[in-house]
């Protein structure tokens, strides 16, 4: 039996005249990875940041878990299972890539409101916060300032962080970009792992990733699906072709 | 790690400077001096509490003389009872006890940053400089308006409030008095900024939507720690009018709020002694420059320039090098 994680219907939003959202309903189940292409500027990153809770739709409806959250505050959403990671990494860069999952952590843990105890010294949160940073891949850069990695490695950290809310779902914007070919396939790689553990809903220009990963595939262009469904179809779907694979040559 | 065990030798040696420097003033039996290592003191603590609102929570409060002269109209208006045994709004006796009005110090400044950053706080940037601003400028016309309490004129405090087992008139005893509190206030602020609490509210200025993702409102974060600094800063402004002997409108004034966050820009924002060496800074030129020119705060606007241009760190960047994070 599979649960529905998220489910969206009927979202719209618009940037003054600029639609970039348009009726566009889906679902992400226990189990998938749900891939989300369209090309630059189809409103990929805008509808990611509808359903984390940072920019408000005009009309539609966002379920989480189950629950209604269309009107939720991103904060609630996150405690609520939702973990993402952004197209342009959000990290604190003066803080060491543990300090960053180590407030996931504490969030995930609703106990932030503790005025005393020291954090550093906590080393329940600090051996979590490494043992979500090995899964990643950057544990040897742990107690490395942000600002100090690589773009690649600020992707994984950001991914520790998702990670440790302990997510009912994931939301990936382009996570292998500026990861390189051997950074992309040990990503990709993960990304398979985790399709048991949290569904994802996945953007990504990377077809030949999309391809191998997605369970389902959805085509957003002008900022409506205008299709959806398993890979094969979608490749054969001619307005897809049209619109974004290129002129009948994919 | 050089650098930490540098800033720690430099914090004890700003600690120590103000007890040697107030008892060699005792020993030249100048109570003028130990008078001026109290105020320095006092002015620090209001900076640390300030401290927490910009330095950890990046919150540029321009209206914490609002918090400081509530502290220090609660000192006054509960000695102004107790002397005439009169009660507050027909009431509340007065009383002498600083325990006792400390707490009510707190009290009120929590209760009106409450309101105030409830209101503020949803604005960012120059906006929150200018609201917070307003904010002052309301309570300094509100204390103008308190004709009972001497309104334009101020209050007198006859005789300094008590402290059980001490006395406060006593000039030196005063000063071991505000030293304690300043200290025991560091140590607990030391605390509260490397807790949870402390963590989130530093997230809270360097990527709030890192907070809000991971599952952290911001607001509640900000306007708890708005309120914390409040209370310092409170408790800095009731040591402040027993210090002097006196409370009046200028307590709340601008200008206040303005030395306040001078004296944190001068020390090192977000540094924990930052507060203390910009305290010592800003009362020694005020001394200085102030004895030997009118114009002392032009002196004092170009020194504030090349701190803010040339010492991003203020004082404590200067001598301990940059803040570290691990
Ligand atoms: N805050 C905003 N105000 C106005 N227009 C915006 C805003 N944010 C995004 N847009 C516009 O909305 C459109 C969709 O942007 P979005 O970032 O969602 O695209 P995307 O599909 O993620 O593209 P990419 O693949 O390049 O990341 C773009 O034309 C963008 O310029
Ligand atoms: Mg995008």
């Known amino acids: ?250 | 790690m050089p650098d930490l065990s540098r800033e720690t030798l430099v914090n004890a040696v700003l600690l120590l400077l103000l007890p040697a420097a107030a008892l060699t003033a005792l020993a030249l039996g100048e109570t003028f001096y130990i008078n001026l290592v109290s105020r320095i003191a006092i002015v620090a603590l209001a900076g640390v509490g300030l401290n927490l609102a910009l330095g950890a929570g990046g919150l540029v409060s321009f209206g914490h003389a609002a918090f400081f002269g509530v502290g220090g109209y609660a000192a006054g208006i509960a000695a102004h009872h107790a002397f005439d045994m009169s009660l507050f709004l027909g009431l509340l006796p007065g009383t002498v006890w600083m325990p006792v009005i400390w707490m009510t110090a707190l009290l009120s400044a929590a209760l009106l940053a409450l309101g105030i950053g409830a209101i503020s706080l949803r604005t960012r940037g120059v906006y929150f400089i200018m609201i917070t601003l307003a904010f002052a400028q309301m309570t300094y016309y509100f204390a103008i308006s308190l004709t009972p309490y001497g309104g334009e004129d101020g209050l007198p405090i006859y005789l300094r409030n008590q402290m059980p087992g001490m006395n406060t008139n006593d000039p030196i005893q005063f000063f071991a008095l505000v030293f304690g509190v300043l200290l025991l206030t560091l140590w607990a602020m030391s605390r509260v900024t490397g807790s949870r609490f402390g963590a989130a509210l530093d997230m809270a200025r360097l990527n709030d939507v890192r907070l809000a993702s991971s599952g952290i409102s911001p607001f509640p974060v900000r306007l708890t720690a708005f309120v914390i600094s409040a209370m310092v800063t409170a408790l800095a402004g009731a040591l402040f009018a027993d210090l002097n002997g006196f409370v009046g409108p200028s307590m709340l004034s601008w200008h206040r709020s303005g030395e306040i966050m001078v004296i944190v820009i001068l020390g090192g924002v977000g540094r924990l002694f930052g507060p203390v060496a910009g305290a010592i800074l800003f009362i020694l030129l005020e001394v200085l420059l102030g004895g030997w020119t009118d114009f002392w705060q032009f002196w004092l606007g170009l020194v504030l320039l090349g701190a803010v241009l040339f010492a991003r760190g203020g004082l404590l960047g200067l001598l301990a090098g940059r803040a570290r994070h691990d």
């Not at chain 1, 639609?19 to 805008?46: C, F, M, Y």
């Open chain 1, 1 to 250: 039996m599979t649960e529905t994680r998220l489910a969206i219907s009927g979202l719209m939003k618009a940037f003054g005249a600029l639609t970039v959202t348009q009726d566009v309903s889906l679902t992400l189940e226990t189990g998938e990875i749900h891939a989300l292409i369209g090309p630059n500027g189809a409103g990929k990153s805008t509808l990611i940041g509808q359903i984390a809770g940072f920019i408000t739709p005009d009309a539609g409806r966002i379920e989480i878990a189950g629950r209604d959250m269309t009107e939720a505050r991103p904060a609630a959403r996150a405690r609520a299972g939702l973990g993402r990671t952004f197209q342009v990494s959000q990290l604190a860069e003066p803080l060491s890539a543990r300090r960053n999952v180590m407030l996931a952590l504490q969030g995930a843990q609703g106990r932030t409101y503790r005025f005393w105890g020291a954090v550093t010294q906590d080393s329940e949160l600090r051996d979590a916060a490494d043992a979500a940073l090995a899964r990643t891949g950057v544990a040897d850069r742990a107690g490395v300032a942000v600002s100090d990695l690589s773009h690649g490695e600020r992707r994984r950290v950001e991914l520790a962080c998702a990670l440790a809310l302990g997510p009912k779902l994931l939301l990936l914007d382009e996570p292998l970009a500026g990861l390189g070919p051997e950074g992309s396939a040990e990503m990709v790689a993960l990304l398979d792992t985790l399709r048991t553990e949290v569904p994802l809903l996945l953007v990504e220009h990377d077809m030949d990733a999309v391809f191998r990963l997605a369970d389902r595939i959805s085509v957003l262009v002008s900022g409506a699906i205008i299709a959806s469904g398993d890979a094969d179809t979608v490749r054969a779907d001619p307005r897809v072709r049209d619109a974004y694979l290129g002129d009948g040559d994919a």
